[in-house]
């Protein structure tokens, strides 16, 4: 995992001020899949801001050059993957493809767009945010059946569930993370985002999100 304690920071720092990432403990909202939650997470809003959005960029692709070392391709996972995914490409000089999530229903039915030569060759996952890491994985696999060496997986923030962990280590796929859910909470207490109150409660739904609030 990435340990960069002035990134972790900054980029929480960067996500609570534009609102791409909300805290309401006391307002909960719903997820798609039916879990209430104190925050929610919108990475897409960091592309309208282009001081943030070059400082992603810069980060995520150095911590890739630091962590997996030589790639010849990067992967976007789609959707909120892809903007995300192109902006390091570009930043590192490399091809660029993305995943579907699930196969295309007319043409040639593909789940990976892009040019098929790549094919074989060594590339690191982008996604803007991890939960579960179910979509991530579906991703990952999806690349390994097509025959490319996946080197692992790269993403903006972490909810740092303990089943996305197990998942990705079962998975044998290595994730790094700009941030994280601990980072994002120190950072939102010592800017009074949050009550001391409002991190217990906080803390309490990572431990069990799906029962949460009920």
């Given at each position: 995992?990435?340990?960069?304690?002035?990134?972790?920071q900054q980029v929480a720092e960067f996500l609570l001020q534009i609102k791409a990432i909300?805290?309401?403990?006391?307002?909960?909202?719903?997820?798609?899949?039916?879990?209430?939650?104190?925050?929610?997470?919108?990475?897409?809003?960091?592309?309208?801001?282009?001081?943030?959005?070059?400082?992603?960029?810069?980060?995520?692709?150095?911590?890739?050059?630091?962590?997996?070392?030589?790639?010849?391709?990067?992967?976007?996972?789609?959707?909120?993957?892809?903007?995300?995914?192109?902006?390091?490409?570009?930043?590192?000089?490399?091809?660029?493809?993305?995943?579907?999530?699930?196969?295309?229903?007319?043409?040639?039915?593909?789940?990976?767009?892009?040019?098929?030569?790549?094919?074989?060759?060594?590339?690191?996952?982008?996604?803007?945010?991890?939960?579960?890491?179910?979509?991530?994985?579906?991703?990952?696999?999806?690349?390994?059946?097509?025959?490319?060496?996946?080197?692992?997986?790269?993403?903006?923030?972490?909810?740092?569930?303990?089943?996305?962990?197990?998942?990705?280590?079962?998975?044998?796929?290595?994730?790094?993370?700009?941030?994280?859910?601990?980072?994002?909470?120190?950072?939102?207490?010592?800017?009074?985002y949050i009550s001391a109150n409002d991190v217990e409660m906080l803390k309490q739904w990572?431990?069990?999100?799906?029962?949460?609030?009920?």
């Amino acid at each position: 995992m990435f340990n960069n304690t002035e990134t972790e920071q900054q980029v929480a720092e960067f996500l609570l001020q534009i609102k791409a990432i909300k805290l309401q403990p006391n307002n909960p909202f719903t997820w798609a899949s039916g879990w209430k939650s104190p925050i929610y997470c919108d990475n897409r809003i960091t592309l309208s801001h282009p001081t943030i959005r070059t400082y992603i960029r810069q980060q995520l692709s150095q911590v890739i050059q630091e962590r997996f070392g030589a790639v010849g391709c990067i992967a976007g996972v789609a959707t909120a993957g892809i903007p995300q995914g192109v902006l390091i490409a570009q930043e590192l000089g490399l091809p660029f493809i993305y995943v579907r999530s699930k196969p295309k229903e007319h043409g040639t039915g593909s789940m990976i767009e892009g040019d098929n030569i790549l094919t074989g060759k060594r590339v690191v996952v982008i996604e803007d945010l991890i939960s579960t890491g179910k979509s991530s994985l579906q991703a990952v696999n999806a690349l390994r059946e097509a025959e490319y060496d996946v080197a692992g997986l790269a993403a903006i923030f972490t909810y740092g569930f303990d089943i996305a962990t197990e998942n990705f280590k079962k998975a044998k796929c290595p994730f790094i993370t700009l941030s994280n859910y601990t980072a994002l909470l120190k950072y939102a207490e010592e800017q009074q985002y949050i009550s001391a109150n409002d991190v217990e409660m906080l803390k309490q739904w990572r431990k069990d999100p799906s029962t949460w609030g009920q």
